[in-house]
């Protein structure tokens, strides 16, 4: 059990480098995804997903399910690679990506709630590494 999560947080280690290489860089360039971050309308949610935080409009819709597609699709990947399921996986990767949101984003706390990130460290889940 240790040696598999030790498997895990090397993949997620890469899957971030890969996250924060690819689809990061494509949300940086969309000026609705990083409108929508920095207005609060979306966050990082604990399963690893981005979330909407107040109700999104069809084009804020796109561009997230885009990048979830993406997300999912290197944690598939990930995963099969590490001997994980998709969403131990996922949840890892939330955690990692919760603790890098900076202050003023969006996270989604373990009840479910959204906060926003201060300069403290966000409420991360239990089972976060």
């Not at 979306?42 to 561009?63: I, S």
């Not at 999912?72 to 955690?95: Q, W």
Request: charged fraction near 20%; charge should be positive; aromatic fraction near 6%.
């Amino acid at each position: 059990m240790v040696m598999r999560k030790l498997m895990i947080r090397s993949g997620i280690a890469i899957a971030l480098a890969t996250l924060v290489g690819a689809p990061a860089f494509a949300q940086n360039r969309d000026p609705v995804y990083s409108a929508a971050r920095s207005e609060g309308k979306v966050g990082e949610m604990v399963n690893g997903y981005l979330g909407y935080v107040t109700p999104a409009d069809a084009g804020l819709k796109k561009v997230v399910e885009d990048l979830n597609i993406r997300r999912r699709a290197v944690y598939a990947e990930k995963a099969k690679a590490t001997n994980a399921t998709i969403e131990e996986y996922a949840l890892t990767s939330g955690c990692l990506l919760i603790s890098h949101t900076t202050p003023g984003e969006k996270y989604q706390a373990p009840d479910g709630s959204w906060q926003t990130r201060t300069a403290a460290a966000p409420l991360r889940d239990p089972r976060c590494p």
